[in-house]
């Protein structure tokens, strides 16, 4: 199946930090998203990216969608406590069909305040 | 609205025993999808639905797993009989419109998870 190769793993910062974490595919994607999850729940969208070279703010993220399309990655500015919980990048890859949402293996991301 | 509501958000069963997990979508969601998430092999897409209808099955892992959908409302994932390798949590979620074009729709339009449901098989 579609590779997804989400790094770091995981990342312990202080708060007010910034955080950089990115995804690459083995093949290329027409859609890049980012998810998080908090503990216990279900992951919720973040931002999506549409386009090649795109880059999307949501408030202190910001993510960007890579040339090649085969990369994406997203940066928190400022961290705080409740950015606690789990990123996922996840990538809709057009030779398999549109409703198939390929998830990256996630980055876990601790705040130490 | 509520969101997408699944149960029960904890199972704890024993190998070979029958396994049931539900899903009501968000009302008026056309699309329902069934994803597994496991520490090894991250989110996975089981089947989802359109209409009411299965259209694409390919990542059920077996035939132990069955999926159905009898009405817009509510959704069943069955594993029988289940195996320990089954343990994961199970992620039910829902979209307004064919996955494409709900991305680049509002924010309403978006695949919207449940809290999923732990399966833990003994």
């Known amino acids: 199946g579609q590779q997804l190769n989400q790094s770091p793993q995981s990342m312990f910062i202080q708060e007010g930090e910034d955080v950089s974490m990115n995804c690459t595919s083995s093949?290329?994607?027409?859609?890049w998203l980012w998810y998080k999850q908090d503990p216990g729940e279900g992951p919720v969208l973040l931002i999506a990216l549409y386009k090649a070279g795109e880059l999307t703010s949501n408030g202190r993220l910001t993510a960007q969608f890579g040339i090649t399309r085969k990369d994406s990655f997203l940066n928190i500015s400022a961290s705080i406590p409740s950015d606690v919980g789990i990123y996922f990048c996840a990538g809709q890859d057009p030779q398999t069909g549109a409703n198939n949402l390929f998830f990256g293996t996630g980055t876990r991301l601790t705040v130490i305040p | 609205d509520a969101g997408v509501i699944q149960s029960p958000r904890h199972e704890v069963t024993e190998m070979g025993q029958e396994v049931t997990l539900r899903c009501k979508p968000i009302s008026g969601h056309d699309y329902l999808f069934w994803y597994r998430q496991t520490m090894m092999r991250g989110l996975e897409l089981l089947i989802y639905?359109?209409?009411?209808?299965?259209?694409?099955d390919s990542g059920m892992p077996e035939d132990r797993f069955s999926a159905k959908m009898p009405n817009a409302s509510f959704s069943t994932l069955k594993i029988q009989p289940s195996e320990p390798r089954d343990s994961a949590v199970y992620f039910c979620?829902?979209?307004?419109?064919?996955?494409?074009?709900?991305?680049?729709?509002?924010?309403?339009?978006?695949?919207?998870f449940g809290a999923g449901s732990r399966l833990t098989v003994l």
């Open positions: 093949s290329i994607f027409n859609t």
């Open positions: 979620a829902s979209s307004l419109s064919r996955l494409g074009q709900a991305i680049r729709g509002s924010g309403a339009n978006v695949l919207t």
């Open positions: 639905f359109n209409n009411n209808v299965p259209i694409d």
